[in-house]
């Protein structure tokens, strides 16, 4: 029998297995605080019974992902990790650290399907959704090896959360939860690059939590340029959906807008996104491109960025430029990774 990961389950799937094995309730409590804790093994579990124990042992593992490569910026202290997972998957996470608290960004996939042309995720296409308990995983591995308290989680590494939609929820649920890590709705930022059902379905959960649409145009042909996504998807449509996410939710939306030179960094790109983002509560983070390598896109410079930026205080758009973190350490998400593929593919599969 394959085991499990026990960070996959939350408190009720713990009292089934409590159940299943006759025993107390109260023991699915004291196990999930335990794992949440960052416990290696049940052994470590002292104040469960050494039988439960090692009953669980043979049917779970405490799946915390095996640290392979971990940078730090010099700069500002950005640590950005490459973990291995149980099936040999790699995966980044990054921790950013802000005189408010550290952020976490999360993985939600191992790889992206949704093809935007810039990121570095995408480009060996989707491998795998990751479980709840891999999700969980990263913030452990690294509160542990940082030994500091992380207290915002954005999901907005690699892959498309709303791709991987029931297990993104659920890994939200679970590090919500007081008896795990505690970790307040209004500290988790969900991003996505605007899959309407999915942002639908997310109004529904009643989770408050930030919902951060990346839209890298103000119109359809722009957009179309940059993301697949934007041929299933009209502008209008994405827009609409934030709409309905704001009003059922009554959570201020951020718009992510990468400037590409010379794609969709023009003052009539800007002039169009003031229109298009005109009455709606929302808060623009423009993003100067991370260049990926081999992709031939560019990012403008900084007067450019500004410029842009100005366009839009003008026309009374909240907005910020988002602040550089780990620029000397490939911040971009899945540079780090496509970097160990591209050497393991030169090595001949070794990584
Ligand atoms: N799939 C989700 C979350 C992952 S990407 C989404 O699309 O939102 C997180 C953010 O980083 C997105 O806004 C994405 O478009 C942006 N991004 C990816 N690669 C980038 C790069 N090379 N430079 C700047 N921003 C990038």
């Not at 795990?180 to 639908?200: K, W």
Request: proline share 3%; glycine share 10%.
């Amino acid at each position: 029998m394959r085991k499990e990961n026990a960070l996959d389950m939350n408190l009720a799937d713990l009292e089934k297995v409590m159940f299943d094995h006759h025993q107390p309730k109260y023991r699915a409590g004291q196990i999930f605080q335990w794992l949440h804790r960052g416990v290696r093994g049940f052994h470590e579990m002292s104040s469960i019974p050494l039988q439960l124990r090692e009953m669980l042992s043979e049917q779970f593992y405490t799946g915390m992902p095996e640290i392979v490569e971990k940078q730090v910026s010099k700069l500002d202290g950005t640590a950005k990790y490459l973990l291995r997972l149980i099936d040999g998957s790699l995966i980044e996470c990054v921790m950013l650290t802000y005189c408010h608290g550290n952020t976490l960004c999360v993985s939600s996939q191992v790889g992206c399907r949704m093809g935007c042309l810039f990121c570095a995720s995408t480009k060996g296409g989707l491998v795998r959704h990751l479980t709840p308990g891999e999700m969980v995983g990263q913030i452990l591995v690294s509160r542990e090896d940082t030994g500091e308290r992380i207290s915002n989680i954005v999901i907005m590494g690699s892959g498309e959360p709303l791709d991987n939609y029931n297990n993104v929820i659920k890994f939200i649920r679970i590090i919500n939860q007081e008896k795990g890590l505690n970790i307040g709705l209004r500290h988790v930022t969900l991003s996505t690059c605007g899959l309407v059902e999915g942002i639908d379905r997310l109004s529904a959960e009643g989770l408050p939590v930030t919902l951060s649409v990346s839209l890298h145009g103000a119109d359809d042909e722009t957009r179309k340029k940059l993301m697949p996504v934007a041929k299933k998807y009209k502008i209008k449509e994405v827009i609409k959906a934030c709409e309905r996410y704001i009003s059922r939710t009554g959570r201020r939306v951020t718009i992510e807008y990468a400037l590409v030179k010379e794609i969709n960094d023009g003052e009539e790109d800007a002039v169009r996104l003031a229109e298009l983002l005109k009455g709606l509560l929302c808060h623009v983070n423009l993003i100067p491109l991370n260049p990926v390598r081999g992709i031939g896109l560019e990012r403008p410079d900084m007067q450019k960025v500004n410029n842009f930026k100005e366009m839009l205080v003008q026309r009374g758009i909240p907005v910020t430029v988002r602040r550089e973190m780990g620029r000397d350490i490939n911040g971009a998400c899945g540079q780090l990774r496509a970097g160990h593929l591209e050497l393991s593919e030169k090595n001949g599969g070794k990584v």
